[in-house]
């Protein structure tokens, strides 16, 4: 079994000879809860309601009405939430599920709690799954389609809508990354048969932990209620109120996955922030790309011309040919400089657990593997000031000139 540790030997970068420009380390991501929140959770905790009950229907009103869908459930996260709404779309032993390599485990994980089979299909320069991949790995057992928004650009969910369409098949969207992003004008959220976000602590929005399911289908939207506390019949969570009733009924062994109200105490006053923060991204992400738009070393991320980026990440390309160390080194080297980074993804298939159980291997996915070895994600949110993102672009134009490749 080959160790996915990089080879790390020959890519230490030399100690810099100069101290690094910024003195405290600036952290890869944070939150930013503000006292609206804080004082939020406070009065949830007070109110002697803290699990699912008022504030989790307000939160999920809140986000329908925000992307525009019918049907909004809080869940405990999107791994939940994918989960559920691959469960509602009946995927289960020996079906297949196409997703895309570039990923986090969790997409594939919970297909394979399913019973299911994840297909990866490679990627495009934009990170995102290549309709034509998926159309070639389509079998009379593919389910279920999972596109990833990476870093908050959608897919190009027309054509993968096509296929789905042309060959039966369900969408369930991960979009992780995408709360607040748009596709052709419409918002992710109402484009597909099920779509997951996250609240993740160091997501666009946050609950500390949580997710949302949205959907468009009546019936969809009842099975993954159920599914999402026990499988119990309507409005289980009142069980408790005065309006509840101590009689319920199970129609699903359903799972274990509601939201609390302390977090959607959270959710309700960060989502009121989401434009705000996805806008700050925004200009920090153009700020970067205005950086590093004349340095041959770095490729800045490829923005489809359709879409509404919810900048999740700002997730940069190395030319590993135009260095002298590769991406392990170069992560080292910002480090030093007091910067975080981190990597987005590493490949699902080359995982110990894909590669024994599926026969996954370094080579399946080209463009994945090739994108892999040279991305970091660089600081990139709302709590930064636009002086930490300067610092950034100083440590990234350090390290590059001193690592450069001659001649
Ligand atoms: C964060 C993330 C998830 C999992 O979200 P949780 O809310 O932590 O379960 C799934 N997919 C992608 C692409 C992610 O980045």
């Known amino acids: 079994m080959t160790s996915l540790q990089p080879a790390l030997s020959m890519t230490q970068p030399q100690p810099n000879v100069i101290a690094p420009q910024r003195a405290e380390f600036l952290p890869f991501a944070l939150p930013d809860i503000g006292e609206e929140e804080i004082d939020e959770v406070v009065r949830t905790l007070r109110s002697g309601w803290i699990t699912t009950g008022p504030r989790t229907k307000e939160f999920e009103q809140r986000f329908a009405e925000y992307v525009g869908a019918s049907h909004a459930i809080a869940v405990s996260s999107c791994t939940a939430a994918l989960h559920i709404g691959l469960a509602a779309a009946g995927v289960g032993p020996g079906d297949e599920v196409i997703t895309s390599p570039l990923t986090f485990c969790s997409t594939a994980n919970v297909v394979v709690h399913l019973g ?3 297909i990866f299909a490679d990627i495009c320069d934009d990170f995102n799954i290549d309709p034509a991949q998926i159309k070639q790995r389509i079998t009379e057992r593919t389910k279920a389609i999972i ?14 809508h096509e ?3 042309r060959y039966g098949l369900k969408v369930i969207e991960d979009a992780a ?3 607040g992003a748009t596709y052709r004008g419409r918002k992710v959220g109402v484009l597909s048969d099920v779509t997951a976000f996250s609240f993740y602590a160091i997501k666009n929005m946050t609950t500390a932990e949580g997710g949302m399911i949205t959907t468009e289908d009546d019936e969809l ?4 209620r159920l599914l999402s506390l026990h499988g119990i019949s309507k409005d289980a969570w009142k069980r408790y109120a005065a309006s509840g009733s101590w009689y319920y ?10 939201m609390t109200d302390i977090q959607a105490s959270l959710g309700i006053h960060q989502l009121a922030r989401l434009e705000g923060f996805i806008k700050t ?4 992400a153009r700020l970067y790309d205005e950086a590093f738009a004349e340095m041959p070393e770095i490729r800045t991320p ?3 011309s359709d879409v509404g980026h919810a900048w999740h990440l700002y997730v940069i390309q190395l030319d590993l040919e135009r260095l002298t160390i590769d991406r392990a080194g170069f992560i080292e080297a910002l480090r030093a400089e007091n910067i975080g980074t981190s990597v987005h993804f590493i490949p699902v298939h080359l995982h110990p657990f894909y590669r024994q159980r599926f026969g996954c291997k370094l080579g399946d996915y080209p463009n994945a593997e090739r994108i892999y070895a040279g991305i970091v994600s660089l600081p990139l949110y709302p709590k930064m000031s636009e002086d930490d993102v300067l610092d950034v672009v100083a440590a990234v134009r350090r390290v590059v000139s001193l690592y450069r490749r001659e001649g």
């Open 281 to 284: 991204r925004r200009r920090y």
């Open 147 to 160: 596109p990833v928004h990476h870093s908050g650009q959608p897919c190009r969910m027309d054509e993968i």
């Open 116 to 118: 299911a089979r994840p």
């Open 177 to 179: 990354h995408a709360a």
């Open 249 to 258: 009924e199970v129609l699903y062994p359903g799972y274990k996955c509601n």
């Open 221 to 224: 939207a009842d099975v993954m």
């Open 163 to 165: 296929l789905a369409w």
């Open 302 to 304: 490829r923005v489809n």
